[in-house]
């Protein structure tokens, strides 16, 4: 089974739709992170969170939320999608020494 | 202007070497990393290099750091179809903690 596993791994919605994609890990980090790829830009930080009762802004985010359920799930909702939230979505996680796990990616399209 | 930049694409033969190269704008970085994403799959730890070294060596990958041109590089012998891929250079800030990645290299290996 996968360490960091990320549901689902494709979604299409239609603009203007509540969206929430999971993320859950059984590696017992206390740090979860999700980023967002596009071809050409690389991955761009959306929202991180060290320890449960913590939750933080990335640098991209806006139109997005994030829930930290427990120490192993953290959610990323977006609230009323549009067309340029288009992108693969990555879950990711770390203990202290900052190397980051990541989880297969959802493939997510906004008609 | 970008945090660590990369170029965007390498081809290169079977059997040659590969250099990926990185630079990155904070002299504060604390660690340097190497990640691999293989088509349709997440990002994996490939190396990493602590910012108090000039190398590190692990079978058929060679990490250089020149700390003064804030410059990192990843050497591939005898690359295989296998590698192709793309690298994704990032590093963690003694302030921040938080992974900068670069945009991504695309390796492509030809026969």
């Known amino acids: 089974d996968a360490d960091v596993t990320q549901t689902p791994r494709n979604r299409i919605t239609k603009t203007g739709k509540r969206i929430m994609l999971e993320c859950s890990q059984t590696?017992?980090?206390?740090?979860m992170y999700w980023y967002r790829q596009d071809p050409g830009l690389g991955l761009r930080l959306i929202y991180y969170?060290?320890?449960?009762?913590?939750?933080n802004k990335g640098e991209i985010s806006d139109g997005y939320s994030v829930s930290r359920q427990a120490q192993a799930k953290f959610s990323l909702s977006l609230e009323s999608a549009i067309p340029n939230q288009t992108a693969l979505y990555f879950c990711?996680?770390?203990?202290?020494?900052?190397?980051?796990?990541f989880g297969s990616g959802t493939q997510l399209s906004v008609l | 202007g970008e945090d660590v930049e990369q170029s965007l694409f390498l081809s290169v033969r079977e059997g040659d070497s590969s250099v990926i190269n990185c630079t990155y704008t904070?002299?504060?970085?604390?660690?340097l990393y190497w990640y691999k994403q293989e088509p349709g799959a997440g990002l994996q730890l490939l190396t990493y290099?602590?910012?108090?070294?000039d190398m590190k060596q692990d079978q058929r990958l060679t990490v250089l750091l020149n700390k003064k041109d804030k410059h990192l590089s990843l050497r591939i012998a005898d690359t295989q179809t296998g590698d192709s891929a793309i690298y994704f250079c990032?590093?963690?800030?003694?302030?921040?903690?938080?992974?900068?990645f670069g945009r991504g290299t695309s390796l492509i290996v030809h026969p």
């Open positions: 990711a996680t770390s203990q202290t020494n900052e190397k980051l796990f």
């Open positions: 590696k017992g980090h206390d740090r």
């Open positions: 969170s060290f320890d449960v009762k913590d939750i």
């Open positions: 904070d002299s504060s970085s604390t660690y």
């Open positions: 290099i602590f910012s108090n070294m």
């Open positions: 990032a590093e963690v800030t003694g302030g921040s903690y938080i992974p900068t």
